[in-house]
């Protein structure tokens, strides 16, 4: 069984920053690629950042430049630092990794979400 938390969530206000983590646990042979997406109402989920199981990142054209994403390969955790806040930017933030528990065994798991509030 795999874990996978997320922290770092509130109210922050316009031009503000907040800076996200996620932490997996659990039987975890190895992590691949790892991601943020956001959901808000009556929107599809959407990809906000990702990176590769080489390094390499890529963001949503709405982010660029203003988010960050890294990891921290011996803590099994990534990493979400959100600069120049948007209203826009307004959404649950879910992490999302592709966890191998065996040998040649893999699934994507999701975490439960963390609620990110940009507002004067």
């Known amino acids: 069984q795999v874990q996978l938390v997320e922290s770092g969530g509130g109210l922050v206000q316009p031009g503000g920053s907040l800076g996200l983590s996620c932490a997996a646990s659990?039987?975890?042979?190895?992590?691949?690629?790892m991601a943020w997406h956001r959901q808000t109402p009556g929107k599809e989920r959407e990809l906000v950042a990702h990176?590769?199981?080489?390094?390499?990142?890529n963001y949503a054209d709405s982010v660029k430049g203003r988010f960050t994403i890294s990891r921290d390969i011996s803590k099994n955790t990534v990493y979400l630092q959100m600069n120049s806040l948007k209203p826009e930017d307004t959404a649950i933030y879910y992490c999302?990794?592709?966890?191998?528990?065996?040998?040649?065994?893999?699934?994507?798991?999701w975490g439960q979400g963390t609620h990110v509030t940009v507002s004067s």
């Open positions: 999302t990794a592709f966890v191998t528990t065996i040998p040649g065994r893999g699934f994507n798991y």
């Open positions: 659990g039987t975890i042979f190895s992590i691949n690629a």
């Open positions: 990176i590769a199981s080489d390094g390499s990142t």
